[in-house]
Structures are given as structure tokens and as C-alpha cells.
């Protein structure tokens, strides 16, 4: 079966809010919400397709777009790519041109409305940042939380506590201090076993590689309003992230990096071999810094996510 190639948008207005429309009731998959967008032409590029069919479905014009996510996914009755840009700049008023509903809704609301099974990997990356911090291993708590203080100051949304020469119990009690500073302001991924899952509820959670691969057949440990993550380090450990159902990972190293010198570097060409496999957003990690994040969209990438190249000085 021939895979249908669709261009979908994820149209942000100056609040951040995402437009949806609800699709015909006597199309495929009719009446659930989706990312607006249409059908790829034969010798057209998805720009061109995105920029069409959205002068025809919302009568806007498209003013700057970047690449987010594909996704491929195959129902019964047919296979398609959809290739998903996020539009941040448009000119005119969005409406339904074809009586299609419309909705704008918050990130938040995402998840309140009703979308195909292919959307779901383009509702989780609609969610995230381009960039995902980890905070550093040296620092003395103190320190280290002085640094969150100032990275969430100046706009991080997505970050990491990673502390391995902490003890349990120093790390537990950092956790809690952390919490309360990200509250309304940022999504705090922890890092630890799973019995402590219970003990931070508002926590996300980044597995490591480890616990991937121990804990990836017994699926999901908590429900999708919850955020999961992995870190992956080749296509083995992709798909078990995938198969756990996690939300987004982590894909390391793209170069080489002082942290751990010993590892090869994927390098830019397999990272996004590696990222075309998966329907996740993926964050590269590993020698890339905010400066990477443009090449890392068009990797396919979700955005990048570092220590040291992050880290508010």
C-alpha cells in the first residue's frame, strides 16, 4: 500500500496558543481534531504543499516555518507520512475556509481533545521546547540550585536533575527543593529507581539506558498525563523506548564530549537515520549547543539538549 504524504502544520499564535481543526465527519477519521494541512502533490516540497493548504483550509499565509516531526503510521485501509512543520509567523486572520471547526488551545489543552492515532507523537513534540537542560554533576546543592533559579529566569521550560555524586537521600531532598522552584514555570524531569515514582507525582521521568532496557516490556509505569523519557544511544534502544510507549528521548552522542570521551560519536548523518526510524521526538545530545538547534530540526530532531553549552554561567 502506497504511504500517503501529508504536510501538517503546528500553527502558534502570539500567545503560544496551537490551532486545530475537527475533520469531516465522512472523511478517514472523520470527526476527530487535527493539525492543519493536506496532501503532498507529486514534485511538490512540503513547504510549498503546507503553504497551499493552508491558504486554502485557513486562509493564512505562511511567514516562517521549521520542521518538527514525521510520523509514520499505517492503519488498516492506509499508510501515511505525515511531515509536520511548526509555522511561528503567518499573515491573516485564521478560519475555517472549507466550514471546518477551529480551535486554539494551549499546549496544556492538547490533551483534552480527540486526535487519529498517527497525531500523537505531534501532540507530545507540539508540548516540548527546542531545548532540554541538564543540570550539572560538580555543583554543590546550593549551587546547583542557584543555577535553576537563573536558567528558568531566563525562559528554560524543560530540564533534567541530574546529580549521580549525590547520595539517595541528598538527591531526594534536592528533588523537592527543585520542584518547588519549576512549579508554574518549567516541567522538572527526575532521575532515579522507580520505587521513588509514588514520592514525586508532579515529577517527570528520564529513564536511563539501563532501566530502558530492564523495564521496556512491562510498558508504561504511569499514565500518559505524566511525562516519560529515555535515553537512547542506537536504533536497539530507540525502539524499545518506542515500544514503552515513552513520550520523548534523548539520542547521544552526536559528538564527541568532555563528559564521556570514551564513547564514538554517532555524528550528524546517522543521528538522523537514527531519528527517521522512530515516531518520537528525539533530543540530540552530546557536543551540540544552542547554536545547533536549527541544524538539529532539519535532522528531524526535536530540538537539543546539553549540560555544560546550557548551563546559565
Known sequence: MKRVHVAAAVIRDSAGRILLARRPQDKHQGGLWEFPGGKVEDGESV??????ELHE?????????QPLIQVQHDYPDKHVLLDTWEVTAFAGEAHGAEGQPLAWV????????EFPAANQPIVQAARLPRQYLITPDELEPA???????????SGCKLLQLRAPNL?????????VDAMGLCAGKAQLMLKGPLEWL???????WHLTAEQLRKYAANGRPFPRERWLAASCHGAEELELAARMGVDFVTLSPVQGTQTHPEATPLGWVAARELIA???????LLGGVGPEDAQRAAESGAQGV???RAFWPA
Open 198 to 204: 509514588g514520592d514525586f507525582p508532579a515529577a517527570g
Open 143 to 153: 549551587a546547583l540550585l542557584q543555577g535553576l533559579q537563573r536558567a528558568l529566569a
Open 167 to 175: 547520595y539517595s537521600p541528598e538527591y531526594r531532598d534536592l528533588a
Open 47 to 52: 513547504l510549498a504543499a503546507l503553504a497551499r
Open 277 to 283: 526510524q522512530v515516531n518520537l521526538p528525539v533530543y
Open 106 to 113: 494551549t499546549p496544556r489543552q492538547l490533551g483534552d481533545y
Open 57 to 65: 483550509e485557513l486562509g493564512i499565509r505562511v511567514e516562517a516555518a
Open 305 to 307: 539538549a546539553g549540560i
